[in-house]
Every structure is written in structure tokens, then in C-alpha cells.
């Protein structure tokens, strides 16, 4: 990576900025506008400036804004401080007066310069080229599509997981209780383009799955029925292992051995459930223990292992369930897909009747006519419209984001800058996908970087570079470098480090001195931190 350089970095091409936190990137941003506007001689109209937030999009519009006067009044013969951006269009620039004149000019019509968010500019795209994008004239934006979201996986409850056999049910509700745990799942699906692994290609489950384990478990009942007090009396002096059947020998005079506890415990189980006191499905967890394939296995060596129908009737129904389970999660992950599908599907029906749209539709519309054959009007357009692109935060960058950016300005003679900080795209903030940030650096012409820190202390900024240089690769993928920084700051360091790694000593707070649970060390940490400020 290059080091950035305000003043003669080329104003051409597909480039990426990397810069972490406090390095300056509005900064940046400010003079790649200013350089935009004096230098490629563009009206601010055809700059396009991309963020994520209506606070952040205010937040740049007033500080571009503020930066350009300055610009003007360098020229003017106002000192320009430690601005050596401004410093060099006063000083260098060829016509001065040409400058002045695109930069009051700049200002006259700064109301109509193309700072949006990603999704108010995918509005702005949509509503200026509706035939191109086959768009509605009149929608109503709506903020928050969850009731209308609720509707659908209620609905996707109702009609296809509600009407599934009683031990599918079962069987789901131990990892999807209520329409609640779906809705999760639901609102991935409405905001990122993905692909669903592993993937199967139809139901898991058929009636003669389901009906195979019921034939099963009704020729367990009848042989239970006549059979069980029999084979109890047969394993209690059967030669087998101590530790899972219990123990033979005799303890107080009396009492019963620990052999005839355990099985009186694993027949009392079955008994139940033969019996109906316990679900159907499934069975309790003493029918693999006393299913013959497992008395084989634990029985001693030189001894004969117990048989009886009893144990082979045990043994078919615990195969039976086997089996059954495994359809039952195929048919689970094919039930996942199938929401996926009919949310997407419904949800956007849904909207169509009503006349809304949400922030997501807007990109999603975008990039649906944009990977149409018919494309190109749309595309000519919005680069007459738009010959820049400055996208802010580009590490919460999507690949549907991406896609967008890249085909719209990803031309020659247009100018697409991203600048973001990789580092951040790993926690997903936003809907960020690493990956996509990757391919974009991957298909950038050029690669720059921020080294600069103008918000912390140099010890600071020197202990962050030891800590992180320690290893090639502290961010797991090779692709993301870690840059050393350097503090612009010249403050002298307070007493004491300025880097300090707090530990969480687990065994002040559990006797055993296991780890520590997620919510007992938030509260712990949430207090050390309080305390400290």
C-alpha cells in the first residue's frame, strides 16, 4: 500500500483508501472534493459523496462545506494554517483566479451537491430513471419493515411447519420453539444476498419415514408388554461392564446392589413411555441402552451377552429413531430454505400491495436493474449525472453495495474512491462482508493508505504498533495488513502505560475456576470499566 498523498495522489481510476480510526478519513474526503472541484473542474452535482447514516451524511455535508470556504478564502490571501492541501492550490495553482471563480461557484450551488446515504442514493437513482428501472412513481418509504415480516413467518408457521407430522414437531421444537427463532433467520434473508449451505434439494421427510418408526415403535410396545420383567431378571447377573450397568456385588445386608438399581431405573423409564406417560417421540434415552447392539458392546470378554426379543425390539426401534432423525434434520434445513424463499417472495408481494417500500428494496431494485441486459441507458445515465464517486465507510460494505458501486463507476474516465479500514469489516457492523471487501481491494487500480493518527497520544500509538506487529497476520486473513501508525501529537505522556491489558481472573468469581459465563463477564467488565472512568 502507498502512502496517501493529499496533493498529488491521481484523480483517475478505481482506488482504495485504507485508514484506521483517527487517521483522517473525512479529511480526506474533504480534499478529494475540493481536488475534484478545482482540478478536474467538476460541478459539485456530478460528485457523488457516499456514507451510511443520515448523521454522518450531515456530518460531511457541513464539514465539505466548511472546507471549502477555506479553499476560497486561500486564495484570497487568508492563512491557511497547517492545511498543507489548501496551502498548495494558493500557492501552486496555475490560475488562481480560475480556482477562486469554480470554487465560489462550488458554494453558489452547494445545495445540490450529491452527499447522500447509500440508500438515499439509491432512491435518488431510482425515482430520476423510473422507466429505466421499472420503478413505481409512487411508493411510500417505510423505516421498519417488522410487522409486515412478522406477518409472513407467522403465516410460514401456520401453513407449513403447524401441519408437519407430531414428531417432526417434536423433534424441531428442541431447536426452533416459536416463530420468534425464525424471525432472525427471516431478516438475514431480507438484507444480504447469500447462498444457503448445505443445501438440499427437497424434503427430508415423507410419510413412510415417518409411518416406518410408528410400525417400529408399536412391535416394541407388544413385545414390551409380555417380554420386560423377563429381561429385567436376565441382565441383573449378566456379565456386563460395571461402570455403565452398575455394580453386582452385595452391599449392606438387605439393600439392593447397584446393578439392580440401574436397570430397575432403566425399566421404570421404558415402562413409562411404553405406557404413554411419556411423548411418543422421542424415546427415552434407556432404549439405546438396552438395545442389543449396545449389551453386545459392553459385555465382558468370555462372557455371553443377554439376548432377548425384548433387547432386538429395543434395538429396532433405536434404529428406527436414528434414521429418523437424520430425515427429520435434512428436512429441518430444507424448511429453513423454504422460509428463505417464501419471505423474499411474500415479502416483497406483501409491499407491492400496499404501495411501501423499505431502505433494502431500494438497493436491491437497484441492483436488479442494473444486471438486466437493458442496463445500459441506466448506466449512461448515471454516470452523465455522476463523474466521481467518494464512498465513506466502505468497510460496511456489502457485496450487493459493491456490486452497485463497481458497475455504476468502475469505468474508464470515471473516478470511484473507497475509503474504509478493514479491520472493521471483520465484525460485520452494518451488514459489512469481509469478502467483498477483499474482492475490492483485489480489483482496485491502485491502493493507498492513512498512516497518520490525529486523535491519540504517540505512546499510545506506538504501544497499538507493538502489540499488532507482533505477528504476519494478527487479522487471520494475509490480505489484511497491519500498517504501522505514527501520532501527529506531540503532548508528553501522562504517568504510567499507556497500553493496559485487564485480565478476568475466573477464579475470584467461581469456586471451581472454570471460564466464566458471556453475561456474568459483561457485568464484571461493564463494572471495572465504570470504576476506571
Known amino acids: 500500500m502507498t502512502p496517501f498523498d493529499a496533493i498529488a495522489t491521481p484523480l483517475q481510476g478505481t482506488a482504495l483508501i485504507e485508514a484506521a480510526a483517527g487517521t483522517g478519513k473525512t479529511h480526506t474526503i474533504e480534499g478529494l472534493f475540493i481536488r475534484l472541484v478545482v482540478e478536474a473542474r467538476l460541478p459539485v452535482e456530478q460528485i457523488l459523496v457516499v456514507t451510511f447514516t443520515r448523521a454522518a451524511t450531515?456530518?460531511?455535508?457541513?464539514?465539505?462545506?466548511?472546507?471549502?470556504?477555506l479553499a476560497r478564502a486561500a486564495l484570497e490571501g487568508s492563512p491557511a494554517g497547517d492545511d498543507e492541501l489548501l496551502k498548495h492550490i494558493a500557492a501552486e495553482h496555475p490560475d488562481p483566479a480560475e480556482a477562486h471563480r469554480l470554487l465560489r461557484q462550488a458554494l453558489v450551488d452547494f445545495d445540490r451537491a450529491g452527499i447522500f446515504t447509500i440508500h438515499g442514493f439509491c432512491q435518488r437513482v431510482l425515482q430520476e430513471n423510473a422507466f429505466e428501472t421499472a420503478s413505481p412513481f409512487s411508493t411510500e418509504m417505510i423505516q421498519d419493515q417488522e410487522r409486515i415480516l412478522t406477518e409472513v413467518v407467522d403465516d410460514f408457521w401456520r401453513t407449513r411447519v403447524a401441519v408437519e407430522p407430531p414428531e417432526f414437531i417434536r423433534f424441531m421444537r428442541a431447536q426452533v420453539a416459536s416463530p420468534e427463532d425464525l424471525r432472525s433467520l427471516a431478516r438475514a434473508s431480507t438484507s444480504a444476498e447469500f447462498g444457503i449451505t448445505p443445501r438440499v434439494d427437497g424434503p427430508g421427510l415423507t410419510a413412510g419415514s415417518v409411518a416406518g418408526f410408528r410400525g417400529q415403535r408399536r412391535q416394541f410396545l407388544e413385545t414390551w408388554a409380555v417380554g420386560h420383567e423377563e429381561a429385567r431378571r436376565l441382565l441383573l447377573d449378566a456379565g456386563l461392564n460395571a461402570r455403565i450397568y452398575g455394580a453386582t456385588t452385595k452391599g449392606a445386608p438387605g439393600s439392593p446392589t447397584d446393578r439392580q438399581m440401574k436397570i430397575q431405573g432403566l425399566f421404570d423409564l421404558l415402562s413409562a413411555y411404553a405406557a404413554g406417560a411419556l411423548p411418543d417421540y422421542p424415546p427415552v434415552p434407556a432404549l439405546e441402552r438396552l438395545a442389543a447392539s449396545t449389551l453386545a458392546h459392553y459385555t465382558l470378554a468370555r462372557r455371553p451377552t443377554p439376548s432377548h426379543p425384548v433387547f432386538d425390539a429395543c434395538e429396532s426401534l433405536h434404529r428406527a429413531r436414528t434414521e429418523l432423525d437424520q430425515r427429520m434434520n435434512s428436512h429441518l434445513i430444507y424448511l429453513k430454505s423454504s422460509l428463505i424463499g417464501f419471505v423474499q417472495a411474500e415479502l416483497e408481494r406483501r409491499k407491492a400491495e400496499k404501495g411501501v417500500l423499505s431502505f433494502d428494496d431500494l438497493l436491491r431494485r437497484l441492483a436488479r436493474a442494473l444486471d438486466r441486459r437493458s442496463s445500459i441507458a441506466l448506466v449512461e445515465a448515471v454516470r452523465r449525472r455522476y463523474r466521481a464517486a467518494l464512498v465513506d465507510e466502505f468497510q460496511d460494505t456489502d457485496e450487493l453495495q459493491y456490486r452497485v458501486f463497481s458497475k455504476l463507476f468502475g469505468a474508464p474516465g470515471h473516478l470511484l474512491f473507497m475509503i474504509g479500514d478493514p479491520k472493521q469489516a471483520i465484525y460485520g457492523f452494518r451488514g459489512a462482508d469481509i469478502f467483498s471487501y477483499l474482492r475490492a481491494a483485489r480489483d482496485a487500480?491502485?491502493?493507498y493508505t492513512l498512516t497518520t493518527n490525529w486523535r491519540s497520544a504517540p505512546a499510545l500509538v506506538q504501544a497499538?504498533?507493538?502489540?499488532?506487529?507482533?505477528?504476519?497476520?494478527?487479522?487471520?486473513?494475509?490480505?489484511?495488513q497491519f500498517i504501522p501508525g505514527r501520532s501527529a501529537r506531540s503532548r508528553p505522556q501522562p504517568p504510567g502505560a499507556a497500553l493496559n491489558l485487564w485480565y478476568l481472573d475466573s477464579r475470584r468469581h467461581r469456586s471451581e475456576g472454570g471460564p466464566v459465563g458471556k453475561a456474568q463477564a459483561q457485568l464484571h467488565i461493564a463494572r471495572a470499566v465504570t470504576g476506571e472512568i
Open 58 to 69: 450531515a456530518e460531511l455535508r457541513g464539514r465539505i462545506y466548511r472546507r471549502l470556504v
Open 445 to 447: 487500480q491502485a491502493g
Open 464 to 480: 497499538v504498533n507493538t502489540l499488532f506487529s507482533r505477528v504476519s497476520a494478527p487479522f487471520l486473513f494475509s490480505r489484511i
